[in-house]
């Protein structure tokens, strides 16, 4: 029994291990991986891509009064219009695509941290 343990283990560690070593090197080439993609699936956010890359889901906001510091940044190649804030650099940190209800999708371009 305990063999038959150590096995499953040994098995489960190993497929998370190769699950973020495939992230790690997803994201080291500017792709978004499947956790992120997964992520976005669940939370009902559309795929936005900008000039043929993959954008990466940051997550859902609620923005009462947040909709009023954004501007339109550019469209994405399925046409939808993507914001950014008032005063922040091109490219920005942070681009958003607005939905229904004052909730606002965040999103950023994939790059490892200290290449930023």
């Known amino acids: 029994m305990k063999k038959k343990r150590w096995i499953t283990s040994a098995i489960l560690t190993i497929s998370i291990s190769i699950l ?14 499947l956790i992120n993609t997964s992520y976005r699936f669940i939370s009902g956010a559309p795929h936005i891509s900008t000039q043929g890359q993959t954008l990466s889901y940051q997550g859902k906001m609620q923005a009462e009064d947040f909709q009023d510091n954004i501007e339109p940044y550019l469209t994405s ?40």
Do not use: C
């Open 20 to 33: 973020l070593l495939s992230e790690f090197m997803m994201l080291s080439s500017q792709k978004v991986g």
């Open 77 to 116: 190649d399925d046409g939808t219009t993507l914001y950014k804030a008032f005063g922040t650099p091109v490219p920005p940190p942070w681009i958003y695509v607005k939905h229904e209800n004052n909730t606002v999708f965040r999103y950023k371009y994939p790059r490892l941290p200290w290449k930023m």
